[in-house]
């Protein structure tokens, strides 16, 4: 089955891709001719997540998923949230967002750096919208550790492991991760609509 994922990041296409399995030819906007940015204008990560699949549908036509991540500290309340992406301004550098989230916590002890990823995955299938949700619990770390994933993974250990997830491999991510989460979800859906 051919599914869009409207995203232009690599990684999260190569965590769906585990996901998803051969049976799911999974396209980038990037293959359909578009190089753009995908609008991402809302405060909330639902209404991202849609506006990504809206953007699709309505400019290809094609059956297609998205998804908006946020990471929330509770020591921030809740930030920086559907604002993670540009937490250190407009260039989305990951570098600088970890760089600017540890300083924010400079005097914050280790127990009360708990924060969670929140995935909101939107679906449209066939005109319809569906929406999945997937958390994943734990805390910021003091510094930076492994090289592993992407974006804020080198600060941010689950809950209940004793590494970060830049230390963990691609599998052990997709199993506890928000998105990890929200995509089984999805793929439940669609592997019950194939039935
Ligand atoms: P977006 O969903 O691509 O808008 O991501 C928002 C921000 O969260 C970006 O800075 C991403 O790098 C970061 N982010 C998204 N997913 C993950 C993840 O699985 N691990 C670490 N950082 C992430």
Known sequence: ???????????????????????????????????????????????????????????????????????????????????????????????????????????????QRTARFRCVVSLIENGLLYTFEGVCEGHITMSESGIEGFGYDPVFKPSGMSKTMAEITLAEKNAISHRGKAMEKLLCHLSQNLK
Request: charged share 25%.
């Open 1 to 111: 089955m051919d599914l869009v994922f409207a995203t232009a990041n690599r990684n999260k296409l190569i965590e769906a891709q585990k996901v998803f399995g051969p049976s799911f030819n999974l396209i980038l906007p990037y293959d359909l001719g578009f190089c753009g940015d995908i609008p991402e204008t809302h405060h909330t990560l639902l209404e991202n997540s849609i506006e990504k699949v809206n953007f699709i549908w309505n400019n290809f036509h094609k059956n297609c998923f998205a998804d908006d991540t946020g990471l929330e500290v509770d020591a921030l309340n809740g930030a920086p949230g559907v604002y993670s992406a540009r937490y250190a301004g407009e260039t989305n550098n990951p570098a600088d967002n970890i760089k600017k989230l540890l300083k924010e916590l400079n005097n914050v002890p280790e127990d």
